[in-house]
């Protein structure tokens, strides 16, 4: 209970918990936070370590744990801060599908600019201004729509999962093609002869056809942003009969 509490009270009143711990010139929760972010964002999640925080600082380890008690901890206070400084769009008067665009596109940049955060575990957020900020925005966006409490919680996560699981994705594709050093264009012209000397098309005549199709519409084998937005009208004609059950009218007509 003591050590959930010193973690509240970091998300909550950092500079508090400062005070009560004396300070170190130059040095402040929100520093040693911001460092974590800024090792997270150029080298990814298993790069960040107390350690490695410490170092980027210029002090002891021993220092960094008087500001945040563990590596746990400091991740909560990385996600609730990205959370916090997240820009939002005004939704009042706009039709629910552009406030939900909106909501969905707001979080597939959050996760491109932070492409750790989808890493973390949804099922344990950090209680923290950051999420609750985040949480009260969204929840706006399906005011009006006639859903009760549980059913507009139920929907939302559905909406972020969705934009998560997309932007991890074309975050995986952008990072495979940064290693490999070669484009997607490349990796094809490179592969594609020695792949048709094995190919049998009338074995396989439905994925030749359909990946034929889909390749010269696209121009590669995979467009994040086209899965993006195919995915996200998908996700919103679903969640437009899940409302038009809720007002009591036929989601068919």
Same mark, same amino acid.
């Given at each position: 209970m003591a050590e959930a509490r010193r973690t509240i009270d970091l998300l909550w009143f950092p500079e508090a918990v400062e005070r009560k711990r004396g300070r170190r010139p130059g040095l402040s929760v929100a520093r040693v936070v911001e460092t974590g972010i800024a090792v997270a964002d150029a080298e990814g999640?298993?790069?960040?370590?107390? $350690?490695r925080v410490a170092t980027e600082l210029s002090v002891v380890p021993m220092t960094l744990y008087t500001y945040v008690p563990d590596k746990a901890t400091?991740?909560? #206070?990385? #996600?609730? =801060?990205?959370? #916090?400084?997240?820009? =939002?769009?005004?939704?009042?008067d706009r039709p629910w599908r552009e406030r939900l665009t909106a909501v969905a596109a707001e979080n597939r940049k959050l996760v491109e600019d932070h492409p750790w955060v989808a890493g973390l575990p /949804?099922? $344990?957020?950090? &209680?923290?201004?950051?999420?609750?900020?985040?949480?009260?925005?969204? &929840?706006?966006?399906? %005011?009006g729509c006639g859903l009760d409490d549980v059913a507009v919680d139920s929907a939302l996560t559905f909406l972020i999962g969705f934009v998560q699981s997309s932007a991890r994705t074309a975050a995986d594709v952008r990072a495979a093609a940064a290693r490999s050093h070669e484009t997607d264009w490349e990796w094809w012209q490179e592969r594609g002869p020695a792949?048709?000397?094995?190919? %049998?098309? $009338? /074995?396989?005549p439905t994925a030749t056809r359909v990946g034929a199709a889909a390749g010269a519409a696209l121009g590669t084998a995979y467009d994040p942003d086209h899965a993006y937005e195919f995915g996200l009208r998908r996700v919103l004609d679903g969640l437009g009969v899940l409302i038009a059950e809720g007002n009591g009218r036929d989601p068919g007509r």
């Amino acid at each position: 209970m003591a050590e959930a509490r010193r973690t509240i009270d970091l998300l909550w009143f950092p500079e508090a918990v400062e005070r009560k711990r004396g300070r170190r010139p130059g040095l402040s929760v929100a520093r040693v936070v911001e460092t974590g972010i800024a090792v997270a964002d150029a080298e990814g999640l298993d790069a960040v370590s107390m $350690r490695r925080v410490a170092t980027e600082l210029s002090v002891v380890p021993m220092t960094l744990y008087t500001y945040v008690p563990d590596k746990a901890t400091l991740l909560e #206070l990385m #996600l609730d =801060r990205v959370y #916090l400084a997240m820009p =939002r769009a005004e939704l009042p008067d706009r039709p629910w599908r552009e406030r939900l665009t909106a909501v969905a596109a707001e979080n597939r940049k959050l996760v491109e600019d932070h492409p750790w955060v989808a890493g973390l575990p /949804a099922s $344990r957020p950090p &209680l923290g201004p950051g999420l609750m900020a985040k949480y009260e925005h969204e &929840l706006h966006a399906f %005011d009006g729509c006639g859903l009760d409490d549980v059913a507009v919680d139920s929907a939302l996560t559905f909406l972020i999962g969705f934009v998560q699981s997309s932007a991890r994705t074309a975050a995986d594709v952008r990072a495979a093609a940064a290693r490999s050093h070669e484009t997607d264009w490349e990796w094809w012209q490179e592969r594609g002869p020695a792949f048709e000397v094995v190919f %049998d098309q $009338r /074995a396989y005549p439905t994925a030749t056809r359909v990946g034929a199709a889909a390749g010269a519409a696209l121009g590669t084998a995979y467009d994040p942003d086209h899965a993006y937005e195919f995915g996200l009208r998908r996700v919103l004609d679903g969640l437009g009969v899940l409302i038009a059950e809720g007002n009591g009218r036929d989601p068919g007509r």
